[in-house]
């Protein structure tokens, strides 16, 4: 069974820093593409970043800049870093993968993980 299992999350304050990161298990992910989302209160979920198997990599222009999408192929992980954060970056924070980048970037990944929690105080 495939599961993404992220971590990372909490409080922090406007300007600071948080990493994320996303394990998965019941499959190699070495080559599929891993994404990012995030949902605000009363938002619908947007897609944050990704990172291509080949290495490419694309930000929405809210974050462009500020994350940063990573991956460790060896251990099936991938990570964001997130510095100079903004109140509304507030959201719960997802990953996600898919074979296919476009697919991803449409929103609607094959695999998921729960979310974790993200809040910036002012």
């Known amino acids: 069974q495939v599961q993404l299992v992220e971590s990372g999350g909490g409080l922090v304050q406007a300007g600071g820093s948080l990493r994320l990161s996303c394990v998965a298990s019941?499959?190699?992910?070495?080559?599929?593409?891993w994404g990012w989302f995030r949902q605000a209160p009363d938002k619908e979920r947007e897609f944050v970043a990704a990172?291509?198997?080949?290495?490419?990599?694309t930000y929405s222009d809210s974050v462009k800049g500020r994350f940063t999408i990573s991956r460790d192929n060896a251990k099936n992980t991938v990570y964001l870093q997130m510095n100079s954060l903004k109140t509304e970056d507030t959201a719960v924070y997802y990953c996600?993968?898919?074979?296919?980048?476009?697919?991803?970037?449409?929103?609607?990944?094959?695999?998921w993980g729960q979310g974790t929690q993200v809040t910036v105080s002012s």
């Open positions: 019941g499959r190699s992910f070495s080559n599929y593409a």
């Open positions: 990172r291509m198997w080949y290495s490419g990599y």
């Open positions: 996600a993968a898919d074979h296919s980048t476009a697919t991803m970037k449409s929103g609607n990944p094959e695999y």
